[in-house]
């Protein structure tokens, strides 16, 4: 549990300089705007269709989108906060291990990630309060968010290891995200064998089912191998500083 | 306490340490003397474990600092020598991770910060945010982590650089203070720190070790040489040849026009260095009786400072013929 001190660090950090606040703010008011036109939408247009498939999907598809664009944000300062203001030496040299820091921040984002994802569920409880739904549906979205968001979050780490300039570590980050995103967009272009394999590989494609409310074992599987990638990625990066000559 | 052997370490083309070997014996307050770029803080890094060598083999305490690198981290407290404090963070929950992370147990970890506190005089500011504070204190805030825990060795990479006088004062007595129990490394281009705090001194530059030596043995060779600085008017070359046939001398310079001022026009300055016991009597006998005008002798104190300098300008190949008097140094 070693961990914990830099997970509380990095909290007391995210918390005190506001960045958790205005980040779980913007969260906020674009998830709940785009509730409110998905339900809208609904209100007009769903009444003889299910709620799963002309609610549920939207929002969740649309929360997919707010969720990439808050999270590198997040993570942007990880490494490269610690790097330029040299804190980093003092992680280095404290008695703790390049794991205890990497799953200390990697908590911490995902800490608070999760709480602004909590606080999302005030939406469909309002709704509830209006409109009798199944439960089902929308906890398999929530769940998949939640993947989704870690995977983003260890991705957004590693590439925060890279660099000492936060912006550099931000839209490093939005560039590989959006290229998932994009990955399967033109079938025509790359080919439908090439599109069978990297289809795969796609964070956004296998976010679909979840959206649907259906949860597959084996995206739940990919998701958390994507994020252990990621985290033993930031690992090496970390390590790297022992062969490598930086100064 | 610390031992190092041949270590070199290299940043892609640039050699930063050159197989430099040492020895610390455990409670000696040692001092890194050396310009910038001499490698200083390149050793004092392998030593906290930031960073392994690339070729040789160092030890604190007995421990590899390759191989054991997270028990010599437990033993050691590190300054590095950009101060790196976290700014939005208040004092005492900064030391607070400190302690958590230097696995200080539960019980003792308040007891412990405000130890740290006081011994660093942070408890006015000890709620504040660090980045609010003055360099000063932000100073003593990365010295307090390093005390953290009560480490063995303690590692201050130019601790006392950027403090007022005052401050600088308080620090060095606080690192004399701690140097009385434990295993000290300090490191400084300021000389008079040295003298102050140091029990030895190793001089280094471009990464190679010049001098080691413990402060008294330093003092005696500094006495063991004299100097002496002449200005005479007469001819430059007959002055010189006079001066090097006295008895027990061993170097005659020449002292540098610039260094000297404008009124010294047709007169001739050396610096005479000589062994054993004053000779200004009979340097001024055998100058008068030539009939040469004898403008000025003194006695000249070699201190820590033209050491340093002869020595690093010795190995930057700089140093043949230049000689610095004293009284330029003090000025500047």
């Not at chain 2, 001022?261 to 009597?281: C, H, L, Q, W």
Request: proline share 4%; glycine share 8%; charged share 20%.
């Amino acid at each position: 549990m070693k961990f914990m001190c830099v997970f509380k660090k990095e909290l007391r950090l995210y918390f005190g300089s506001f960045i958790a606040y205005s980040l779980m703010t913007a969260f906020l008011i674009l998830t709940g705007y785009f509730f409110y036109t998905d339900m809208v939408f609904f209100d007009l247009f769903g009444d003889f269709m299910d709620i799963t498939s002309s609610l549920w999907t939207y929002y969740f598809l649309d929360l997919r989108f707010v969720t990439m664009l808050i999270l590198p944000l997040l993570t942007m300062r990880l490494f490269a906060e610690e790097k330029k203001l040299g804190t980093i030496e003092l992680l280095w040299t404290y008695p703790l291990k390049d794991p205890h820091i990497i799953l200390g921040k990697f908590f911490a984002c995902c800490f608070i990630f999760f709480l602004m994802v909590f606080l999302t569920l005030a939406y469909p409880l309002l709704l509830s309060t209006v409109h009798q739904f199944d439960w089902g549906p929308p906890l398999a979205g929530y769940v998949g968010t939640l993947l989704l968001g870690a995977t983003f979050i260890a991705c957004g780490m590693f590439i925060s290891s890279l660099t000492e300039n936060q912006v550099v570590s931000a839209m490093s980050t939005y560039g590989l995200l959006v290229f998932f995103w994009f990955l399967t967009w033109n079938e025509e272009a790359i080919g439908t064998q090439v599109i069978g394999v990297v289809s795969q590989f796609s964070l956004f494609d296998r976010f679909q089912d979840f959206a649907k409310g259906v949860i597959n074992s084996k995206d739940i599987v990919f998701f958390l191998l994507m994020t252990l990638f990621f985290l033993y990625l930031t690992l090496q990066s970390l390590e790297s500083r022992k062969w490598r000559g930086i100064r | 306490m610390i031992t190092v052997e041949n270590v070199t370490k290299r940043f892609g083309p640039l050699l930063a340490v050159d197989q430099i070997s040492f020895h610390v014996p455990r409670g000696e307050v040692v001092g890194f003397l050396g310009p910038n770029g001499a490698g200083k803080s390149t050793t004092m890094r392998i030593l906290a474990g930031f960073f392994p060598p690339t070729s040789g083999h160092a030890t604190v305490g007995g421990l590899d600092v390759v191989t054991q690198t997270h028990r010599v981290k437990q033993m050691v407290g590190y300054f590095p020598e950009r101060v790196s404090v976290y700014p939005d963070l208040p004092v005492r929950s900064f030391l607070d991770f400190v302690a958590e992370a230097k696995d200080v147990p539960r019980r003792e970890r308040k007891q412990e910060i405000a130890r740290v506190i006081e011994a660093c005089g942070l408890d006015k500011v000890s709620d504040r945010i660090i980045g609010h504070l003055s360099k000063g204190y932000r100073q003593r805030v990365g010295i307090a982590q390093a005390l953290v825990h009560k480490p063995e060795v303690l590692i201050l990479d130019e601790p006392t650089i950027g403090l007022d006088p005052e401050q600088v004062v308080e620090i060095r007595r606080l690192i004399r203070d701690l140097g009385a129990d434990r295993t000290v490394i300090i490191s400084t281009h300021i000389l008079s720190e040295v003298s102050t705090v140091c029990d030895r001194v190793i001089i280094i530059n471009g990464g190679r070790i010049l001098a080691s030596e413990s402060l008294t043995e330093l003092r005696a060779q500094l006495q063991r040489t004299r100097r002496l600085q002449v200005e005479v008017e007469g001819p430059e070359s007959a002055i010189r040849g006079l001066l090097e046939q006295m008895p027990r001398v061993e170097t005659v310079r020449s002292l540098e026009l610039g260094v000297r001022g404008p009124e010294s026009n047709g007169s001739a300055a050396f610096i005479v260095e000589y062994t054993g016991e004053d000779i200004r009597k009979e340097v001024s006998r055998a100058l008068l009786q030539q009939g040469w005008g004898l403008l000025e002798i003194r006695a000249l104190e070699l201190t820590l400072e033209d050491m340093y300098l002869q020595l690093v300008q010795q190995s930057n190949g700089t140093g043949a013929g230049v000689y610095l008097a004293p009284a330029t140094l003090v000025a500047e």
